[in-house]
């Protein structure tokens, strides 16, 4: 169902180019420079880019979380003004660490940067979910930040000592760039937000979004324990950021020229990760291998740093102002609180410590797997579905729709088990498709939005019918394409969507 609403929204995301998107991930390179200056900080045994030490900077970050979290809340609208303000105070402090200061005076000018960053952590996944287009969120976050990773892994290679002047250098540069990017957008664009009075009959897929959150709070612990990792070996960073880089780019090259989603390639970077953080725990008695692990947690890293494309695609289910907000401060409770409490916690048991990470990352492998269908349907865009409801007028419902009836809904309700891997016979694919065609204009509205992640209840406040109905509903679906569960639903959408393909290449 295209609510009114929705069809605003998408229609104000942007498509940005590559060096627009590369001038905006300088802020990851700006943060990871401050960052790993900002003094010595609880890792499993050597030191982390982000300051968590109760004793360092933490309460600072603390602070610059929760005011872009209040801001976001606050004054959702005015966040690239706010981003503007920002940076430019930023770049006043970069620029005033390169003036003679007194050791206090520098102090003090290092805490405002630092402060300055974590508040644009915020505001940067703010951008992203309200204002990004999908394909330039997952460009931005693979092929960007792939680049800039691989800048941050030269600059911290540790072959040879880079000066902290350097970084200063890099950091006012890096600033530049952002302001360059922020001053480009437009300022008066902001999609609106669902709310009970203008939209109510817009309702969110409940169990989609608890998956998304789950997923930004299990990459956001792997993505700081995996930089904890590459930072207690000598040259770890360096493998770490360029193995990083390296897949992002490949994955992003192979969508471009042989058509793999790349979302696709994450789920095996995902399972990657898994064998990385095994190679981790068994590099705690063989420390050869703890490169070879940095090397397999790097591409592990590009399917965790696509959490504020989940946000995206949660904004294009449900407009709400506490997206991004919720993001962020699950970020901070699980990469900067939670990290910390687990690492000392733990600090004289690594193997219960890297037991638990294996733990996290199996889970999360699995989490991800059960949701790729639908992020995978989001990312293609306009469905094959659409197309049919176009070029039909809304059907009145069957005297049977109408009855009360209490056939079962199959697995409506679930998400499937890794539905990508489905494939259904010939035979059975050319009578399904030909189905699709008998299927009334309220049974491809309900296909739709379970496509879309909405269970039988969600459909049902969303289309104000009884729950009872929808279930009805879903059953015929599942009767007339002769399939019995989503994941078969998911794969006759594909070939519907091929078959639709080789037409309109024919016409």
């Known amino acids: 169902m295209n609510h009114s609403l929705l069809i605003e929204n998408e229609s104000k995301r942007l498509n940005i180019r590559l060096p627009l998107l590369i001038c905006f991930a300088m802020f990851t390179a700006w943060q990871i420079g401050v960052f790993s200056y900002s003094g010595e900080a609880l890792a499993v045994t050597g030191r982390l880019p982000f300051g968590v030490d109760a004793g360092n900077f933490t309460p600072l970050i603390s602070l610059g979380y929760l005011v872009s979290i209040a801001y976001m809340l606050a004054l959702p609208r005015r966040i690239v003004q706010a981003e503007r303000v920002i940076a430019s105070a930023a770049l006043l402090s970069a620029l005033a660490l390169n003036l003679p200061l007194s050791h206090e005076t520098r102090t003090r000018v290092e805490r405002a940067q630092l402060f300055c960053c974590s508040v644009l952590v915020g505001c940067e996944t703010a951008l992203i979910v ?44 890096a600033i530049v760039l952002q302001l360059v990017f922020y001053l480009k957008l437009p300022a008066n664009v902001w999609p609106r937000y669902a709310e009970k009075d203008t939209a109510p009959a817009l309702t969110y897929p409940k169990k989609l979004f608890a998956g998304l959150l789950i997923l930004c709070f299990l990459g ?93 695609v949660m904004s294009k289910r449900y407009p709400s102002r506490f997206i991004a907000p919720v993001m962020i401060g699950i970020s901070f409770a699980a990469s900067v609180l939670l990290l910390s409490w687990l690492i000392e916690a733990f600090r004289e048991n690594e193997i219960l410590l890297y037991t638990l990470y294996i733990a996290i990352a199996v889970i999360m492998a699995v989490v991800f797997l059960m949701l790729e269908p639908y992020l995978l349907y989001s990312f293609r865009g306009r469905s094959a579905l659409a197309d049919l409801l176009e070029t039909r007028k809304p059907e009145a419902e069957d005297n049977e729709t109408k009855r009360r009836e209490t ?36 049974e491809l509205e309900i296909m739709e939005l379970m496509l879309q992640g909405f269970t039988a209840g969600d459909i049902a406040r969303q289309t104000v019918n009884a729950v009872r109905t929808i279930n009805t509903h879903q059953s015929r679906i599942y009767a007339k394409l002769q399939i019995h569960k989503i994941s078969e639903l998911f794969a006759l959408e594909r070939q519907l969507r091929e078959e639709q393909g080789k037409t309109n290449a024919l016409l």
């Open 130 to 173: 309200g204002l990004f287009s999908e394909r330039t969120a997952v460009k931005h976050l693979l092929v960007a930040y792939g680049l800039i990773f691989a800048i941050a892994g030269l600059m911290q290679n540790q072959f040879f000592d880079v000066p902290y002047r350097v970084f200063q250098y890099f950091n006012v540069a």
């Open 220 to 312: 956001n612990i792997l993505i700081s324990f995996g930089l904890s990792v590459a930072e207690s070996v000598p040259h770890g960073v360096f493998v770490f950021d360029c193995a990083f880089a390296l897949s992002a780019v490949v994955g992003y090259a192979l969508f471009r020229r042989a058509g793999l989603p790349p979302l696709r390639f994450v789920s095996v970077t995902v399972l990657v990760s898994v064998v990385g953080f095994i190679l981790a725990m068994v590099a705690l008695y063989v420390p050869k291998l703890t490169l070879f692990a940095c090397a397999l947690l790097g591409p592990g890293t590009a399917a965790n740093i696509l959490i504020p494309y989940y946000g995206v």
């Open 407 to 442: 056939a079962p809904a199959g697995n409506a309700d679930s998400f499937p088990e890794a539905p990508q891997n489905i494939h259904i016979s010939e035979s059975a694919q050319r009578v399904a498709l030909r189905s699709v065609e008998k299927l009334t204009h309220k």
